[in-house]
């Protein structure tokens, strides 16, 4: 088990491939949540009604969180430590509760972003997740085939959002994002929210610690045809590396295979338009949707 990155790597330094849809790890860290809560409901002598009542949730609610068929909100988790007097048992587990929000898949890709010192992403598809807006990050998710239910809706919503505490952080982390032009010009969920997207992108753009650079679809020259791909810099100093398509995700930690793609990232941010150019440019977008 390699500790740092909470999965096991292959010979050549890849955490193995994960899905979507492998999803028992959430799953059972939420169970073990539940379990733990109940004991401790019942141990304070509350039945759900009564609990639910201090914490401002329904029986229902407080059900599914002792089911571990839903995810508890983080404010939930910490009146609950308080109301039960789980001397910070409950409160400990709030980190690794809230990334069973996130799909197997990702929660390793979630646990470094959220400590990065740096990020580097290039974004081929979709608005990379830590720049949606909330209506965007819905579109997208009521877009996903097979279709998701209601409930999982809400939590990856909740997830993403989530994951853009990362702009609150002190020290802030060095951010880059290198976003393919079409991907500005795609309307997902209409024209409204794309214009609000936009807005918001040159928004967070402002920020000392972001650069955001436009790749124009007339360039004749190409530096990354291979798919988008985030790099990673942890706070120990080390840089790794995320891939993912079509639902298929893996972290590189092989120093060869990350330097290739440092030097993909690189050239991109050479061949794409300048963080000024590119703010014109996104500010151009604006005014034709």
């Not at 579109?139 to 085939?145: L, N, Q, S």
């Not at 393919?180 to 409204?192: C, H, N, W």
């Amino acid at each position: 088990m390699c500790e740092k990155w909470g999965a096991e790597l292959s010979e050549n330094g890849e955490v193995p491939e994960q899905r979507r849809n492998d999803d028992g790890g959430g799953r059972g860290l939420l169970g073990a949540f539940g379990r733990q809560l109940k004991l401790m409901r019942i141990r304070a002598g509350l039945d759900r009604a009564e609990f639910g009542q201090r914490v401002g949730y329904s029986p229902d609610t407080i059900a599914s969180y002792e089911q571990g068929r839903r995810v508890p909100q983080p404010k939930f988790i910490e009146q609950a430590d308080e109301v039960l007097d789980a001397g910070g048992v409950l409160i400990a587990l709030k980190d690794e509760v809230g990334r069973a929000r996130f799909p197997l898949f990702f929660q390793d890709a979630a646990r470094l972003e959220a400590k990065a010192s740096a990020l580097n992403v290039y974004a081929v598809y979709a608005v990379p997740g830590l720049l949606q807006t909330e209506a965007y990050a819905r579109a997208v998710f009521h877009m996903e085939r097979p279709l998701l239910s209601d409930e999982a809706i809400e939590e990856g919503l909740a997830a993403r959002l989530q994951r853009q505490e990362v702009f609150n952080r002190r020290p802030a982390p060095l951010m880059s994002f290198v976003i393919e032009e079409a991907v500005l010009r795609r309307p997902l969920g209409g024209a409204q929210i794309l214009r609000e997207t936009l807005e918001h992108i040159l928004l967070v753009g402002q920020a000392r610690n972001v650069e955001i650079q436009v790749m124009p679809t007339a360039r004749v020259d190409h530096g990354a045809l291979g798919g988008p791909f985030t790099l990673i810099d942890t706070d120990d100093d080390q840089r790794i590396a995320y891939a993912e398509v079509q639902d298929h995700s893996r972290l590189h930690t092989d120093a060869k295979y990350v330097r290739t793609l440092e030097a993909r990232y690189g050239t991109l941010r050479s061949q794409a338009l300048t963080p000024s150019e590119s703010a014109a440019f996104i500010a151009q977008l604006m005014g034709e949707t």
